[in-house]
C-alpha cells in the first residue's frame, strides 16, 4: 500500500513539474513575441519619424518655389501690358 502511496506522490509530483515546464516554455515564447513587437514597432517609429522628416523638407521646397511664382506673377500683373 505504502508502495502505490508512493508512486501515486511521484506521478503527482512528475505532472505538476511537466506543467510548470510547460507554462515557463509558454513564458518564454511570450516573452519572446513581446520583444519582436517592441523591436518592431520602435523600427516603425523611426520609419515614420524619418518619413515626417523628409516630408517636412519636401513641402519647404515647394513652398518656397510656390511663393517665388506667386512673387514673380505679382511683379507681372503690376505692370499691364502696353
Keep these: 500500500m505504502l508502495e502505490v502511496l508512493a508512486a501515486v506522490a511521484g506521478a503527482a509530483i512528475t505532472a505538476a513539474a511537466m506543467g510548470l515546464g510547460g507554462f515557463s516554455k509558454r513564458n518564454d515564447e511570450a516573452r519572446t513575441a513581446v520583444i ?10 523611426t520609419q515614420l519619424e524619418q ?7 519636401a513641402n519647404r521646397e515647394t513652398f518656397g ?3 517665388l511664382v506667386e512673387q514673380r506673377v505679382s511683379k507681372l500683373e503690376a505692370h499691364p501690358r502696353q
Design 51 to 57: 518619413i515626417h522628416t523628409d516630408m517636412r523638407e
Design 65 to 67: 518655389r510656390l511663393n
Design 36 to 45: 519582436r513587437l517592441t523591436t518592431s514597432v520602435e523600427h516603425i517609429a
